[in-house]
């Protein structure tokens, strides 16, 4: 692909904010991040200190040897960052993806867990 090509297809890259459901229960968080034509390779999560990244970057590929004469179809980029709570324990994140739906799970730290207390009779 020569510098040109190269050049108009940056400008017809768009970034969006993926639509993302949290849910909350005892146990963590569930996010639910729709991100419909990013491949699992163009998918990239990060968390550095208390922010979660994450990025993906959908586009239409071409069989080898192909080249575009005319192209609507923006290439789609994705990035939503989080501040995650200092109850959750990022080391422990679970992700699945499946069907352009990145699932993770975060759970609460140990510390962070509702505990039940149990009342003696005197």
Known sequence: MNERNKQAEASRAETLSPAVDVIEDAG????????PGVPK???KLHIEADQLRIEGE???????????THQEQPT????????LSKELDAERVGAE?????????????QQAQPKRIRIDVA
């Open 28 to 35: 963590g968080i569930t996010l639910l991040a729709d991100l």
């Open 41 to 43: 390779d163009g998918l």
């Open 58 to 68: 959908a586009r239409l590929s071409l069989p080898e040897g192909m080249q575009w």
């Open 97 to 109: 993806f499946e069907n352009g739906v990145l699932r993770l799970r975060i759970p609460r730290v």
């Open 76 to 83: 789609l980029n994705y990035r939503r960052v989080f501040t």
